[in-house]
């Protein structure tokens, strides 16, 4: 499976942006998909994920009620819509797929889109 982010941009506090997740390989629907980000000099940020089999969504507190995930299987693409951006919210922004069942590490990942939010 090969995966690419893309939406990135700049935009400014308080706006919104839809990042796409596009995937290739048949198999992709049956995935869970996550989002994360990566700003400067900090760790990867786990920000979301939703299931293949029942479309169950999951947020990090950060992002709980700003960011919504969803999915189009039959476009095979997956997408983050960020709204109320904050500066905080910059950062490279990269998608995954396929979590392994115990180290929840995912073997999938697309290239990252950058996000710039300005004040």
């Known amino acids: 499976v090969q995966l690419q982010a893309c939406g990135g941009g700049l935009v400014q506090a308080g706006g919104s942006l839809r990042l796409s997740c596009a995937a290739s390989?048949?198999?992709?629907?049956?995935?869970?998909v996550g989002w994360f980000r990566q700003a400067p000099g900090k760790e990867r940020e786990f920000l979301a994920r939703?299931?293949?089999?029942?479309?169950?969504?999951y947020y990090a507190d950060s992002v709980k009620g700003r960011f919504t995930i969803s999915r189009d299987n039959a476009r095979n693409t997956v997408y983050l819509q960020m709204n109320s951006l904050k500066p905080e919210d910059t950062a490279v922004y990269y998608c995954?797929?396929?979590?392994?069942?115990?180290?929840?590490?995912?073997?999938?990942w697309g290239q990252g889109t950058q996000v710039t939010v300005s004040s």
């Open positions: 939703i299931r293949s089999s029942n479309g169950d969504t």
């Open positions: 995954a797929a396929d979590p392994d069942r115990i180290s929840l590490r995912y073997r999938y």
């Open positions: 390989g048949r198999t992709f629907s049956t995935y869970t």
